[in-house]
């Protein structure tokens, strides 16, 4: 999963030219992407060395993606904050050290269609869902898969939830309107899994030599390891917090 190809040290960011070397690095070693859409629809079957490339928001800088994937013959699916395109990414809610980021407009789609790429839905406006009501949550799926279709001609099926958090009522809504939703649960995307709650591997994870390395050594491992360095690193802010308060 990713958001944003720009040079920041931004967690929501990937150096362009890293991602280009992370793309290499996955096609040298036999990986391919699947068709998102139609892996969903054929009920999510193991797909040896088989991933799935997402981007969140739909920043602008995604465009650079359109000039590296088709080197190996991947596709993507972008997951688009309808409400929002052609603005930027300062929504309510977004944590303060994100850095402001311009989002594509309806006219940047086309070309990126041509070039292999499909969009999903994110919601209109990028709110945290589970804090809606049931005609306003409603109104933010149905919305953003509507402006999608209409816009683009073409059958939009996935969501993937803002800020990755879909809880039961949240996946009984999106349950009404697509074939699957997406979170940022860290872990590989399995066929027993939820379907309204698939898991990603978020691309931070992967922004050096050495973490590259370990997931195409040791995928299992890898996702282990990043999980105890999550779990120590969100333990050490619950401490501070609490020293704080204490």
Known sequence: MYHALESSRSVVATDPSW?????AALAEAGYRTVDLPAWIAQGRPEVERGFALTFDDGYRSVLAAADVLPRYGFGATIFLVTGRMGDDNRWAGQPRRIPTS????????????????????HSRTHPRLDRLGGDVLDAELRGSRDDIEQRLGVPC??????????????????ARHFDAAFTTRLATAMRGEDPYGISRIDAYYLRSPRWLSAFLTDRRRFLAMRRLLRAARQGGRLLAIANRSG
């Open 19 to 23: 991602f280009a070397e992370t793309m």
């Open 102 to 121: 311009r989002l594509l407009d309806w006219s940047d789609l086309p070309p990126l269609q041509a070039a292999g790429f499909q969009f999903g839905a």
């Open 157 to 174: 099926r996935l969501l993937a939830y803002p800020y990755g958090h879909g809880p039961p009522l949240v996946r009984r809504a999106a």
